[in-house]
C-alpha cells in the first residue's frame, strides 16, 4: 500500500496503525542500543521538528549497528506504525518520547539515504522544550526533554568531570542544569562556552521535579551543541 504520509503528526493520526507505511524524509539525530530490553531505538525528525521513535527488535539490529545512522537523513520504506501504552520506551524510568506510537521496523524495511544537497536543507534539531515549560512544569511525569537556553552562571565540579549550569530563555525564567561525566574532549568546550554565556542546546536530559525548583539531569543519551541555529535561540538572541 504506497502511502507516503509527510509528516510526523500524520503518522500519530493513523486510525488504520497496521497497514504498511512509507515516509519521505526523516533525520537520525539519536541512536540508542538499549540492551536491557534487547533492541534499539532510532529518536527521529521530520522538516516540521517533530519527532519519533522508530524500533528495531533484537534480531534485525546487527544490521544496522554499522549503518551510520546519526545526523543523517533517510526515506524509509515499508514499515508498520504501533502503539505502543504497554511497552512505552523507558530510559531509567524516564518516558523518552511524548507520541505514543512508535515506527517498527522489521525486515523487509529498507532505509535510503538522500543525498546531501537535499539533506543540507534539513532541520537540525527537535522542537525544544521552553525553559518557562521545565521550570514550571508541575506534572511530576518522568520524562526525558531538550532545551535551549542562555548560560547565564556556571561551576565545574573537577572530581566529577561535571558542570552545574544554569539557563535563561528570552522570558528571563532559569532552570538549573547538571551535566555529568562530560568526556574528556568536550570539557573545554563546555568551558568556554560557560565563560562566553553562549547558548546551549541539550538532549535527553531529565525532567527531576523538586519542590525548589525543577532541574535538569544529563544522561548517556545526553547530547549537546553550542550556538546552535534554531528558532529557539534566535529569539534568545533577539531578547539578549
Same mark, same amino acid.
Given at each position: 500500500?504506497?502511502i507516503?504520509p509527510?509528516?510526523?503528526?500524520?503518522?500519530?493520526?493513523l486510525?488504520?496503525?497496521?497497514?504498511?507505511?512509507?515516509?519521505?524524509?526523516?533525520?537520525?539525530?539519536?541512536?540508542?542500543?538499549?540492551m536491557?530490553?534487547?533492541r534499539m531505538?532510532?529518536w527521529?525528525i521530520?522538516?516540521?521538528?517533530?519527532?519519533?521513535?522508530?524500533?528495531?527488535?533484537r534480531?534485525?539490529v546487527?544490521?544496522?549497528?554499522?549503518m551510520n545512522?546519526?545526523?543523517?537523513?533517510f526515506s524509509v520504506?515499508?514499515?508498520?506504525v504501533?502503539?505502543?501504552?504497554?511497552?512505552?520506551?523507558m530510559?531509567?524510568q524516564?518516558?523518552?518520547?511524548t507520541?505514543?506510537?512508535?515506527?517498527?521496523?522489521?525486515?523487509?524495511?529498507?532505509?535510503?539515504?538522500?543525498?546531501?544537497?537535499?539533506?543540507?536543507?534539513?532541520?537540525?534539531?527537535? *522542537?525544544?522544550?521552553t525553559?518557562t515549560t521545565?521550570a514550571?512544569?508541575?506534572?511530576?511525569?518522568?520524562?526525558?526533554?531538550d532545551?535551549v537556553?542562555? *548560560?547565564?552562571?556556571?561551576?565545574?565540579?573537577?572530581?566529577?568531570?561535571?558542570?552545574?549550569?544554569i539557563?535563561?530563555?528570552?522570558?528571563?525564567n532559569?532552570?538549573?542544569?547538571?551535566?555529568y561525566n562530560?568526556?574528556?574532549?568536550?570539557?573545554?568546550k563546555? *568551558?568556554?562556552?560557560?565563560?562566553?554565556?553562549?547558548?546551549?542546546?541539550?538532549?535527553?536530559?531529565k525532567?527531576v521535579?523538586?519542590?525548589?525548583?525543577?532541574?535538569?539531569?544529563?544522561?548517556?543519551?545526553?547530547?549537546f551543541?553550542?550556538?546552535?541555529?534554531?528558532?529557539e535561540?534566535?529569539?534568545?538572541?533577539?531578547?539578549?
Amino acid at each position: 500500500m504506497d502511502i507516503y504520509p509527510t509528516t510526523v503528526n500524520e503518522f500519530s493520526a493513523l486510525g488504520q496503525i497496521y497497514e504498511w507505511w512509507n515516509i519521505t524524509s526523516v533525520r537520525v539525530l539519536y541512536v540508542w542500543e538499549d540492551m536491557e530490553n534487547n533492541r534499539m531505538l532510532l529518536w527521529m525528525i521530520d522538516r516540521q521538528r517533530e519527532k519519533i521513535l522508530a524500533i528495531i527488535p533484537r534480531h534485525l539490529v546487527p544490521g544496522y549497528r554499522n549503518m551510520n545512522l546519526k545526523g543523517n537523513v533517510f526515506s524509509v520504506q515499508h514499515f508498520q506504525v504501533d502503539e505502543y501504552y504497554l511497552d512505552n520506551p523507558m530510559y531509567q524510568q524516564y518516558k523518552i518520547c511524548t507520541s505514543d506510537k512508535a515506527i517498527m521496523i522489521n525486515h523487509t524495511t529498507t532505509f535510503t539515504r538522500l543525498a546531501s544537497d537535499f539533506a543540507s536543507g534539513y532541520p537540525l534539531y527537535p *522542537i525544544v522544550s521552553t525553559v518557562t515549560t521545565v521550570a514550571q512544569d508541575h506534572t511530576n511525569k518522568r520524562r526525558l526533554v531538550d532545551v535551549v537556553g542562555r *548560560i547565564v552562571w556556571g561551576n565545574r565540579i573537577r572530581q566529577l568531570r561535571s558542570f552545574e549550569l544554569i539557563l535563561q530563555d528570552e522570558t528571563g525564567n532559569v532552570t538549573k542544569l547538571l551535566l555529568y561525566n562530560v568526556p574528556a574532549n568536550l570539557m573545554i568546550k563546555v *568551558i568556554v562556552a560557560t565563560y562566553n554565556k553562549s547558548i546551549l542546546y541539550v538532549s535527553c536530559m531529565k525532567l527531576v521535579h523538586n519542590n525548589l525548583g525543577n532541574l535538569l539531569v544529563s544522561t548517556v543519551l545526553t547530547d549537546f551543541d553550542v550556538e546552535p541555529q534554531m528558532y529557539e535561540a534566535d529569539r534568545i538572541r533577539a531578547r539578549y
